[in-house]
């Protein structure tokens, strides 16, 4: 029974982690300024409140990204990749949670410090 | 390696197999890379119980392997390694501490080790510490699947008995 116990306990307490992370990082702020990261490397640093819409294309290893820009939000409009996560994500919100497309290694994400411009 | 063993761990390859090819049809419910039922786990949490770990071993890579070529998506062999070698090094451990009775809290941790060494793995091959903030999401995600596939799992362990 106490084993049990212990079981369920444990249960929920990753449980109760994770919601709790889940809410802190989709409510945190974030700045204007936007990083398009590939392999570990700035490809462009774009100011969202700045930036009229467009589109921008990133290629790796052959493979395409459609990264567009629409009424000052940013999000991945194409993508020939298998699993598509990087345009089902939709338009980048909150400050911590980037867009990722892991197969070709891209990254979007608001930088940490708003003040570079 | 006898007969009887290597027809054994080629039967549940395959049955895991058929699972995760199925699996593939099933589109994702959120949009967080990583997130995925892993129903194709059964099996492993399943031979983890029934067999020794090598087997266990063999029956996991080679699923993966064949998985990957079916799928077609090649970069995620690397994910998908790099998970699975830090979930069953965890349930490794856990199976000593812990009978079939409390299989499913064992495949909850499970899972939560497979989603800590995706991001492991995602953390060096994108050379960013970004992608960590999907840890909390692949918790959440990974207590739900588990414990799906350790109940699975468990019914499994009760009633077959190869």
């Known amino acids: 029974m106490k084993k049990k ?35 570990g490397e700035i490809i462009y ?24 820009i629409y ?41 940490d410090d708003s003040e570079v411009k | 390696m006898d007969t009887k063993r290597m027809t054994r761990l080629a039967l549940l390859t395959s049955v895991a197999l058929i699972i995760f090819i199925i699996e593939l049809h099933i589109p994702n419910l959120a949009p967080v890379p990583g997130i995925k039922l892993g129903l194709a ?35 995620a062999i690397f994910y998908s390694i790099g998970g699975s070698v830090l979930c069953m090094c965890g349930m490794f451990l856990l199976r000593r501490v812990t009978d079939e009775k409390y299989l499913w809290i064992s495949s ?24 960590f903030s999907f840890f909390p999401f692949l918790l959440i995600s990974g207590c739900i699947a588990g414990a799906f596939t350790g109940i699975c799992a468990q019914i499994l362990c009760s009633r077959i008995n190869l």
Do not use: W
């Open chain 2, 108 to 131: 909850v941790i499970g899972a939560v080790l497979h989603n800590t060494g995706q991001i492991m793995v995602a953390v060096v091959m994108l050379k960013t510490t970004a992608v």
């Open chain 2, 41 to 75: 786990n059964i099996i492993t949490v399943y031979a983890m119980y029934k067999y020794s770990f090598g087997d266990t071993a063999l029956v996991v890579f080679t699923r993966i392997l064949l998985g990957t070529i079916f799928s077609g998506n090649i970069s």
């Open chain 1, 5 to 39: 116990n212990i079981c369920i306990f444990v249960f929920i307490l990753i449980f109760a982690l994770g919601i709790i992370c889940s809410l802190y990082l989709l409510n945190s702020e974030h700045g204007d300024t936007v990083n398009i990261i590939q392999n």
């Open chain 1, 45 to 68: 640093t774009i100011d969202l409140s700045a930036s009229e819409d467009r589109k921008i294309e990133v290629e790796y290893q052959g493979r395409k990204n459609i990264i567009q």
């Open chain 1, 71 to 111: 009424n000052h939000q940013i999000c991945v409009s194409d993508a020939d990749c298998p699993d598509q996560t990087c345009m089902k994500t939709g338009y980048l919100k909150s400050g911590t949670i980037p867009i990722v497309c892991l197969p070709n290694k891209l990254i979007i994400s608001y930088t």
